[in-house]
């Protein structure tokens, strides 16, 4: 469904890869969290995904498509199948809940008839039936999050991106947020979320793929926040002398005192944000209690992880059952340009009729190509509306019908 082949992420003007050489893959139906320090590289990958950034190397697929070979005219097709949830919202401050969730619908064209149907039918999921008519002002930080998820999954996405969607919340706000985001992905959603709340993350024992510095350093099925991407590695370096080395004994003293029985002992990978290091495989024990180098740094002798990387198998995932013949010509175009149709048994995107729009407004931020600029009204630009046809794109034409 989604596979990263040796991505590599180089920022215009930086030295180092934002990602470096990511090899992942997240099935369907999976509820995957992408952990990591700050600038480790998330929401990099969530932005690839979506395409509003390209690889510098290695191949991104998602649906089926090498996403390095849709059209920028064929962006808001490819983005309608992919629902997005930010940390901030980011909802329509002047309109209502009910028009907020419904104006994502309107915009591609969908009937009065649906879109007086589907709303409710996604607000009282979220638990906002009684909330339709308020403003988003008038509602709190959870329940604007929640009319950004009805808004994501209002049109039944494969894949729902979220980038620290409770990180506005407070955590009980955040883990009635989390239930939410766990029935959709039971409704048949993937989910992919960033996140640095390691509360969420060791309760809900998902897959979890950890990113430091631009690499994955773990890949476990069901994994909690873990610590690699905040503490520092546990050998000492050479400047921190005599204490470090004393507080490294003191660690693996006290994993071996361990009792067994607790103790599930298996290769970790670590690797130091501090020093840039590559990941290592560390022997250690589960042993949580945090200890006190000589710099001050907490270190935390847990370790029961498994470093498991998916292999990067071709994408042999059904398409779901509303699937037409005629949606699938037009959202597969995006194939068909660069003469690498997708497999027969590979997943054709979402039908344009059930079809989910996107709501793109990081894409503002990021300038289009100049060619796709000069034709897109700024709806298509939000990946909400399709661009216009022109002469030669006439299977296109598809939009708004108001
Ligand atoms: N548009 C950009 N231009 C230049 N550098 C960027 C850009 N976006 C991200 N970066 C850099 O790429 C690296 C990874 O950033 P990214 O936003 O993916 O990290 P992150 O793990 O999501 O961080 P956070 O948890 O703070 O959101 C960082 O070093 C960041 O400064």
Same mark, same amino acid.
């Given at each position: 469904?989604?596979?990263?082949?040796?991505?590599?992420?180089?920022?215009?003007?930086?030295?180092?890869?934002?990602?470096?050489?990511?090899?992942?893959?997240?099935?369907?139906?999976?509820?995957?969290?992408?952990?990591?320090?700050?600038?480790?590289?998330?929401?990099?990958?969530?932005?690839?995904?979506?395409?509003?950034?390209?690889?510098?190397?290695?191949?991104?697929?998602?649906?089926?498509?090498?996403?390095?070979?849709?059209?920028?005219?064929?962006?808001?097709?490819?983005?309608?199948?992919?629902?997005?949830?930010?940390?901030?919202?980011?909802?329509?401050?002047?309109?209502?809940?009910?028009?907020?969730?419904?104006?994502?619908?309107?915009?591609?064209?969908?009937?009065?008839?649906?879109?007086?149907?589907?709303?409710?039918?996604?607000?009282?999921?979220? *638990?906002?039936?009684?909330?339709?008519?308020?403003?988003?002002?008038?509602?709190?930080?959870?329940?604007?999050?929640?009319?950004?998820?009805?808004?994501?999954?209002?049109?039944?996405?494969?894949?729902?991106?979220?980038?620290?969607?409770?990180?506005?919340?407070?955590?009980?706000?955040?883990?009635?947020?989390?239930?939410?985001?766990?029935?959709?992905?039971?409704?048949?959603?993937?989910?992919?979320?960033?996140?640095?709340?390691?509360?969420?993350?060791?309760?809900?024992?998902?897959?979890?793929?950890?990113?430091?510095? *631009?690499?994955?350093?773990?890949?476990?099925?069901?994994?909690?926040?873990?610590?690699?991407?905040?503490?520092?590695?546990?050998?000492?370096?050479?400047?921190?002398?005599?204490?470090?080395?004393?507080?490294?004994?003191?660690?693996?003293?006290?994993?071996?005192?361990?009792?067994?029985?607790?103790?599930?002992?298996?290769?970790?990978?670590?690797?130091?944000?501090?020093?840039?290091?590559?990941?290592?495989?560390?022997?250690?024990?589960?042993?949580?209690?945090?200890?006190?180098?000589?710099?001050?740094?907490?270190?935390?002798?847990?370790?029961?992880?498994?470093?498991?990387?998916?292999?990067?198998?071709?994408?042999?995932?059904?398409?779901?059952?509303?699937?037409?013949?005629?949606?699938?010509?037009?959202?597969?175009?995006?194939?068909?340009?660069?003469?690498?149709?997708?497999?027969?048994?590979?997943?054709?995107?979402?039908?344009?009729?059930?079809?989910?729009?996107?709501?793109?407004?990081?894409?503002?931020? *990021?300038?289009?190509?100049?060619?796709?600029?000069?034709?897109?009204?700024?709806?298509?630009?939000?990946?909400?509306?399709?661009?216009?046809?022109?002469?030669?794109?006439?299977?296109?034409?598809?939009?708004?019908?108001?």
């Amino acid at each position: 469904m989604i596979r990263f082949d040796q991505v590599t992420k180089k920022y215009a003007g930086t030295t180092k890869p934002a990602l470096n050489a990511v090899d992942f893959e997240v099935k369907r139906g999976e509820f995957v969290f992408l952990v990591g320090a700050s600038g480790s590289g998330k929401s990099s990958c969530l932005r690839l995904i979506l395409k509003e950034e390209k690889p510098s190397n290695g191949t991104v697929h998602v649906l089926g498509h090498n996403v390095s070979s849709i059209s920028n005219r064929k962006i808001p097709y490819f983005r309608r199948n992919l629902g997005v949830v930010f940390q901030d919202f980011r909802l329509l401050p002047n309109k209502t809940v009910f028009q907020n969730v419904a104006f994502t619908l309107q915009v591609i064209g969908k009937s009065r008839g649906f879109v007086q149907e589907a709303v409710p039918d996604v607000l009282k999921m979220v *638990g906002l039936e009684n909330k339709a008519q308020r403003m988003p002002h008038e509602l709190s930080g959870g329940e604007q999050q929640r009319v950004a998820i009805a808004r994501a999954i209002v049109n039944k996405p494969q894949v729902l991106l979220a980038d620290e969607p409770t990180g506005n919340l407070d955590p009980a706000t955040s883990a009635g947020i989390m239930q939410l985001l766990e029935r959709i992905n039971a409704n048949g959603t993937t989910v992919v979320m960033a996140t640095h709340e390691a509360a969420i993350v060791d309760k809900m024992q998902r897959r979890v793929i950890e990113l430091v510095e *631009g690499g994955i350093v773990r890949d476990e099925t069901h994994g909690g926040y873990g610590t690699t991407a905040v503490i520092p590695e546990l050998g000492p370096r050479k400047e921190r002398g005599v204490d470090a080395e004393k507080a490294k004994r003191a660690v693996e003293e006290a994993a071996r005192e361990t009792p067994t029985t607790q103790s599930v002992v298996t290769p970790r990978r670590t690797a130091t944000a501090e020093t840039g290091a590559a990941p290592r495989l560390v022997e250690s024990a589960e042993a949580d209690a945090p200890v006190e180098t000589a710099d001050d740094a907490p270190v935390s002798a847990d370790a029961t992880t498994h470093a498991q990387r998916s292999s990067a198998t071709e994408d042999v995932d059904s398409a779901p059952p509303w699937v037409t013949s005629r949606a699938v010509d037009e959202s597969d175009a995006g194939a068909e340009e660069t003469g690498s149709a997708p497999a027969a048994d590979e997943p054709p995107a979402q039908p344009l009729t059930q079809s989910q729009p996107i709501i793109g407004l990081p894409l503002v931020s *990021g300038p289009l190509p100049e060619d796709t600029q000069e034709h897109l009204s700024l709806a298509e630009r939000l990946g909400l509306r399709a661009a216009k046809p022109r002469d030669e794109d006439k299977e296109q034409n598809v939009g708004p019908t108001q």
